[in-house]
Nanobody, 122 residues
Framework: VQLQASGGGLVQAGGSLRLSCAAS????????MGWFRQAPGKEREFVSA????????YYKDSVEGRFTISRDKSENTVYLQMNSLKTEDTAVYYC????????????????WGQGTQVTVSS
């Protein structure tokens, strides 16, 4: 499976962006699709995940209520709607796929997209 992330950009604090992650291969119902981010000088961190089959969603505490993850099975695409963006959300955002069940650990995700830059200005 190849993952292609897109939708990043420059936005002012309080604004919104929607990230997309298109998967080239089949995603089985047991897959978990996740979004991670990495800011300069920091480790990659979990942001959100969704179970491909049943659609259960999970969020990092600091983004819950502002970010929404969703999937479109017909398009084989996962989305991350980001509202009320803050400067601390600035990072490169990556989508990833896991078949190891729900996990917030990057090491459990085996396929990764190329990353898309999100910059939030004050």
């Amino acid at each position: 499976v190849q993952l292609q992330a897109s939708g990043g950009g420059l936005v002012q604090a309080g604004g919104s962006l929607r990230l997309s992650c298109a998967a080239s291969g089949r995603l089985y119902s047991s897959a978990v699709m996740g979004w991670f981010r990495q800011a300069p000088g920091k480790e990659r961190e979990f942001v959100s995940a969704i179970r491909w089959g049943v659609g259960n969603t999970y969020y990092k505490d600091s983004v819950e209520g502002r970010f929404t993850i969703s999937r479109d099975k017909s398009e084989n695409t996962v989305y991350l709607q980001m509202n009320s963006l803050k400067t601390e959300d600035t990072a490169v955002y990556y989508c990833a796929r896991s078949y190891r069940g729900l996990s917030t650990a990057a090491n459990d995700f085996v396929d990764w997209g190329q990353g898309t830059q999100v910059t939030v200005s004050s």
